[in-house]
Nanobody, 123 residues
Framework: QVQLVESGGGLVQAGGSLRLSCAASRLTFSSYAMEWFRQAPGKEREFVAAISWSGGSTYYTDSVRGRFTISRDNAKNTVYLQMNSLKPEDTAVYYC????????????????WGQGTQVTVSS
């Protein structure tokens, strides 16, 4: 059974940084684009960032571009999300997702989801 396990969430002050990790198991990791989504309280889940299977292409939603960086280590079956200059509006549960083939950045195309990790940014 495929597992995606996120870690690294927590409470941070505005302007601070966090690094999320997502470790995949029982997955041909290098065959999947990896994505991060988030869901804030009372809001729908939204796309945050994606990285191609090779790591050669990255994509970001406008609100995080320049502050967040997605990366992956295929040897470790792990994808990362470095979050800098955090804002209170970044508060959400962050989900790791595996999207077979190309990154589509669409929830309906996600093959596997992690359980989520809470990120809270205080003002």
């Amino acid at each position: 059974q495929v597992q995606l396990v996120e870690s690294g969430g927590g409470l941070v002050q505005a302007g601070g940084s966090l690094r999320l990790s997502c470790a995949a198991s029982r997955l041909t990791f290098s065959s999947y684009a990896m994505e991060w989504f988030r869901q804030a309280p009372g809001k729908e889940r939204e796309f945050v960032a994606a990285i191609s299977w090779s790591g050669g292409s990255t994509y970001y939603t406008d609100s995080v571009r320049g502050r967040f960086t997605i990366s992956r280590d295929n040897a470790k079956n792990t994808v990362y999300l470095q979050m800098n200059s955090l804002k209170p509006e970044d508060t959400a549960v962050y989900y790791c997702a595996a999207d077979r083939g190309m990154a589509t950045m669409l929830e309906r195309n996600v093959d596997y989801w992690g359980q989520g990790t809470q990120v809270t940014v205080s003002s």
